[in-house]
């Protein structure tokens, strides 16, 4: 009996099982988009999208973290654990951070590689899935809204410096 029981798996863990993987499958691509499209040539050195559009002051760095976003929220729909989850953030919240520095932020964003970090971390975790509570809903909520508000912040304080100098 306890050798039938740690073999048979239900079928939902199976599509389950698919259904991770065809998601890892995306957001591995993203991942690849974004930090690793293109190679200097002669060197092993790689870099995406992301210091790329990141020199679109403001917009650029927004837009690339709410792509990066993608693999917080698949992370919550794959019931990855809350601290992994904070993890993924933080190195949202780093790139942010250092995207905001003109010039020298992308150059950073060449070699912090947040979504690299990230998509090891989700790899890492997928499979331990666990049932989500409404308390992990709540905390997948508040990551996101975390990083459109680091995005937002800088945008209101400019706006408002702007005001101040002008008025």
Not at 103 to 123: H, I, P, Q, Y
Request: proline share 5%.
């Amino acid at each position: 009996m306890r050798a039938l029981r740690q073999t048979w798996r239900p079928s939902c863990l199976c599509r389950d099982a698919v259904e991770i993987d065809r998601r890892l499958n995306a957001l591995r691509k993203l991942q690849y988009l974004l930090d690793n499209a293109f190679r200097v040539p002669g060197t092993r050195l790689r870099f995406g999208w992301d210091p790329i559009v990141g020199m679109v002051p403001w917009l650029g760095d927004t837009l690339t973290a709410v792509l990066s976003c993608a693999m917080v929220v698949q992370a919550h729909h794959m019931r990855v654990p809350r601290v992994v989850q904070l993890r993924m953030l933080g190195n949202l919240a780093i790139d942010m951070v250092m995207g905001a520095l003109p010039l020298v932020g992308d150059v950073a964003d060449a070699f912090w590689k947040s979504n690299t970090r990230n998509m090891a971390l989700l790899e890492r975790h997928a499979q331990e899935g666990q049932p989500a509570t409404t308390g992990d809903r709540v905390f997948a909520a508040v990551l996101v809204l975390a990083v459109v508000a680091m995005a937002i912040v800088p945008l209101l304080v400019v706006y408002w410096i702007y005001r101040s100098v002008f008025t």
